[in-house]
């Protein structure tokens, strides 16, 4: 019965790699997020959608492209990995007008 | 767009003592205003939130306060225990816009028993 649900927990992969992160939802909620945490352990937004839609698109490097096959479902990509990417990736999910958001577990992510 | 300032970046209390966090918005537009308790290698959790047009909200032993005016709200933990230990973050948002959070920097706690 987990909300927010992403894979994979943990991902370590080289410089220029390409490398997916999926995200799902099961609260029915229509707006989801991507947000990246770093080492000092800073949450800031990268995209959100609100029924398939992009609402907010951070700036963000081109490299980093989401997709939402549907509102349950919020995949990140990244092209040609850098060192700078390593960080924790939290999906999270809400409803509007009811505004908490609902993170995922984060995917851990490591360029190495 | 919206700037969110957090302080204290870390604080340590003793076991029953209170704690308190204090956060700056810049954005009058901004209505809503949550708390998230991040435990070590976990999610991000909502503890508590408070909307702009109440001032003050109670749960146990958290508590937010929200000046409009000055543009600041605080987090009121008291009697802490251990288990407060985490990462705090403060956030704000427009709830009538694109529901775009923007968090505070974070405040470490750490309970010392």
């Known amino acids: 019965d987990t909300a927010v649900s992403q894979t994979p927990k943990y991902l370590v992969t080289q410089m220029g790699n390409d490398k997916s992160i999926k995200c799902e939802q099961n609260?029915?909620?229509?707006?989801m997020y991507w947000y990246k945490q770093d080492s000092k352990k800073f949450l800031k937004i990268m995209f959100s959608?609100?029924?398939?839609?992009?609402?907010i698109n951070e700036t963000v490097p081109n490299r980093f492209s989401p997709k939402s096959p549907d509102k349950a479902h919020l995949n990140l990509h990244i092209n040609s990995l850098e060192l700078g990417d390593s960080a924790v990736y939290f999906c999270?999910?809400?409803?509007?007008?009811?505004?908490?958001?609902?993170f995922g577990q984060g995917t851990r992510l490591t360029v190495v | 767009g919206e700037n969110v300032e957090q302080h204290p970046s870390t604080l340590s209390v003793q076991e029953g003592d209170s704690a308190v966090i204090k956060c700056t918005y810049s954005?009058?537009?901004?209505?809503?205003f949550p708390w998230y308790k991040q435990e070590l290698g976990k999610r991000p959790q909502l503890i508590i939130d408070?909307?702009?047009?109440?001032g003050e909200k109670k749960d146990q032993r958290i508590a937010v306060t929200l000046n409009k005016t000055a543009k600041h709200f605080s987090l009121h933990i008291t009697e802490t225990q251990p288990e407060d230990s985490a990462v705090y973050f403060c956030?704000?948002?427009?709830?009538?816009?694109?529901?775009?959070?923007?968090f505070g920097t974070g405040t470490k706690l750490q309970v010392i028993p």
């Open positions: 954005d009058s537009a901004s209505n809503y």
């Open positions: 956030a704000a948002m427009n709830s009538g816009g694109y529901q775009k959070v923007t």
């Open positions: 999270a999910s809400s409803k509007p007008p009811d505004t908490e958001a609902f």
């Open positions: 609260l029915g909620h229509d707006t």
């Open positions: 408070i909307r702009s047009n109440v």
């Open positions: 959608y609100n029924n398939k839609e992009l609402i």
